[in-house]
């Protein structure tokens, strides 16, 4: 049994989805492992990992659009405000979607469906750096 260890940093340019998916696979076709397990974890309360479809970028389009409308920013009922309208609304997001993933690998890549690609939800309007810390083990 290997493991290997590995952290993605990724400069956001303001509220949406990011496909992180080439470089995780780069990445994991550059460990030789085989058959495993892949992990990833973000290190940010106001960002967020998801897997969905990366084929139409309307389901992107979607997705935000529905974000927006259930978790409004500048919500008259959030208390936590001091920094700015979509911080509370960030964190929210960030509980309602996930931060961290496990992805089976096998015959050496992440065992994502046809559709499926892995993306770094940024729920701020500013830019910011990210870190996504990448976890492998198998053989």
């Known amino acids: 049994m290997r493991q290997f260890t590995h ?13 992180i998916t080439p470089d995780v ?6 460990s030789e492992i085989e058959t495993g397990v892949l992990t990833l974890y973000i ?21 935000e659009a529905f ?4 978790v409004p920013d500048g919500d008259p009922l959030f208390v936590h405000t001091v920094e700015g309208q979509d911080d509370m609304p960030a964190h929210i997001r960030s509980a309602l979607t996930q931060s961290s993933l496990s992805i089976p690998v096998l015959q050496g890549d992440p065992a994502l469906g046809q559709w ?3 993306f770094l939800y940024e729920h701020r309007f500013m830019s910011h750096s990210r870190r996504v810390l990448m976890h492998l083990i198998g053989e």
Not at 25 to 30: A, C, G, Q, T
Not at 43 to 52: P, V
Not at 67 to 70: D, E, P, Q
């Open 7 to 19: 952290e993605l940093h990724l400069k956001t340019n303001g509220r949406r989805l990011y496909d």
């Open 25 to 30: 696979l780069k990445w994991v076709e550059r």
């Open 43 to 63: 290190q940010h309360t106001s960002a967020s990992l998801l897997i969905n479809e990366n084929y139409d970028p309307d389901v992107l389009i979607d997705m």
């Open 67 to 70: 974000f927006a409308r259930l």
């Open 116 to 118: 499926q690609g892995i």
